[in-house]
């Protein structure tokens, strides 16, 4: 199995190779890079691990949510070389790629999604090291999130350092523990795109579609002073 993997969607910069359970990746927090490193990254890695690009069997990409200009890099990446090699694309989501850099069976993924919200999900892991979606990613502001079920979560992402760390205090004694200074990895996107290609369930590149979860990219001055927001 052969996998070329992307993830854009935040301030860091990832690229992976996956070759039968062998993965190279570059990842990098370059805020407004990502164009520049992305390609030139896939290469180099490719020459790393000694295949070439009509070798892969599928391209991976981290289809959000996260930021707008980060989201539709990675898919048009993605489709673009899916498209060229006439190989299918496996999307995945953002946040459960964030979601394996936790640890413990119950995690959950929040990314600051900036205007007072977070982009925010829940998972339990699964026995082949996958994950499942325990309910809807959403975007929300971090006081009005739902306390998740019971005891023993493991959060990752900066959503819990967003807002002065208002999600983990909402959340409180519920989370085991918190790195809130995790981000997304193009080898977690390639490992979940793995588990996925066995189960059948890639798809043709025009229908990969980005997952935003929101369509504004701005406050209004009126919005921002509604919610307290002075920067």
Do not use: K
Not at 80 to 88: H, Q
Not at 92 to 108: K, W, Y
């Amino acid at each position: 199995m052969r996998l070329l993997a992307f993830e854009t969607s935040t301030e860091a910069c990832s690229v992976a190779v996956f070759v039968d359970g062998q993965v190279h990746e570059r990842f990098e927090i370059a805020p407004r890079r990502h164009t520049e490193l992305a390609l030139p990254w896939a290469q180099a890695l490719l020459a790393e691990a000694g295949v070439s690009r009509s070798q892969l069997d599928a391209i991976a990409v981290g289809r959000g949510p996260g930021a707008f200009t980060g989201v539709r890099l990675a898919i048009a990446i993605a489709q673009g070389i899916a498209l060229g090699l006439d190989r299918p694309v496996l999307p995945v989501s953002t946040l459960a790629a964030l979601a394996m850099r936790a640890d413990g069976e119950r995690r959950i993924a929040a990314i600051d999604a900036r205007m007072g919200e977070v982009y925010l999900g829940a998972f339990a892991c699964e026995a082949d090291g996958g994950l499942r979606a325990l309910a809807d990613e959403i975007v929300v502001a971090p006081a009005a999130a739902a306390l998740p079920d019971g005891s023993g979560w493991h959060g990752a992402g900066t959503g819990f350092a967003a807002a002065d760390g208002a999600l983990r205090a909402r959340f409180g004694d519920r989370l085991v523990a918190v790195d809130a200074a995790a981000l997304p990895h193009a080898a977690d996107v390639a490992a979940l795109a793995a588990l996925a290609f066995a189960r059948g369930e890639a798809l043709a590149p025009e229908r990969i579609e980005p997952a935003y979860l929101r369509n504004n990219v701005a406050l209004t001055i009126a919005e921002r002073a509604a919610q307290g927001i002075t920067r």
